[in-house]
């Protein structure tokens, strides 16, 4: 089962900042917070992951509590194309099955012109 | 870099036959591989992982004997359908392992008839 909740889905103007949180109030010390993302009829993308620091790069930011227990993932500027759902998962940074990437129901974020 | 195809991207078949996808991955050499299923409005559903030149493991409710997985080599893993019935109309979407980081391919419908 997914250890995330998300809300189910969300707006967003365009040129604005989205912002999607992630509740994973169980996640433990070695797990790290990763987020995809999936356009209509394709593939999980790959946004962004962290442990503990905020991280950003050129797609989006990550923003983790002090806890670890929630997370938020920011667009800084919203486009059209960034309409899809997103999906926050935690998993531990190693392989084996622990380190499988289990998809929740995710956000549906609809960015409207 | 870290490409994952598949094909076909889309299949139309009738019941009671067998259907084939690949999963390559182009520009690196995969140590696990994954397979998942997805319903309409529904997230994304882990049905096996492969390690090349082992068996794959099956998540619960998962027929192994319905769902062939063949992973011969470091970049070439099969997902074969048995005796398709329309209740497997699906998007498949494959998934490759580097390290940690998984990538994904752009997904199979496959559409049974």
């Known amino acids: 089962d997914a250890k995330t909740t998300q809300p189910t889905s969300m707006d967003c103007a365009e040129g604005r900042a989205a912002n999607l949180p992630c509740n994973h109030s169980t996640i433990s010390g070695n797990e790290y917070v990763y987020w995809y993302r999936q356009i209509h009829s394709q593939g999980p993308q790959y946004i962004i992951h962290?442990?503990?620091n905020n991280e950003t790069n050129e797609m989006a930011s990550l923003i983790i509590t002090e806890d670890r227990k929630s997370s938020t993932l920011i667009l800084p500027h919203a486009t059209l194309r960034d309409t899809a759902v997103y999906y926050c998962?935690?998993?531990?940074?190693?392989?084996?099955?622990?380190?499988?990437?289990?998809f929740g129901k995710g956000t549906k974020l609809s960015v409207k012109p | 870099g870290a490409v994952v195809s598949q094909h076909p991207s889309w299949v139309i078949c009738k019941s009671g036959t067998s259907v084939k996808i690949e999963c390559r991955s182009l520009?690196?050499?995969?140590?696990?591989m994954f397979w998942y299923r997805q319903f309409p409005k529904q997230s994304l559903m882990l049905m096996a992982t492969?390690?090349?030149?082992?068996?794959?493991?099956?998540e619960q409710g998962v027929e192994k004997d319905k769902f062939l997985i063949n992973h011969a080599s470091l970049t070439l893993s099969t997902l074969t359908v048995t005796s398709a019935h329309p209740e497997d109309s699906s998007f498949y979407i494959c998934?490759?392992?580097?390290?940690?980081?998984?990538?994904f391919g752009p997904g199979t419908r496959l559409t049974v008839t």
């Open positions: 962290g442990l503990k």
């Open positions: 520009d690196f050499q995969a140590t696990t």
């Open positions: 998962i935690v998993r531990v940074g190693y392989g084996g099955s622990q380190g499988n990437l289990i």
């Open positions: 998934s490759a392992r580097m390290d940690y980081e998984q990538y």
């Open positions: 492969s390690n090349e030149g082992s068996k794959a493991t099956y």
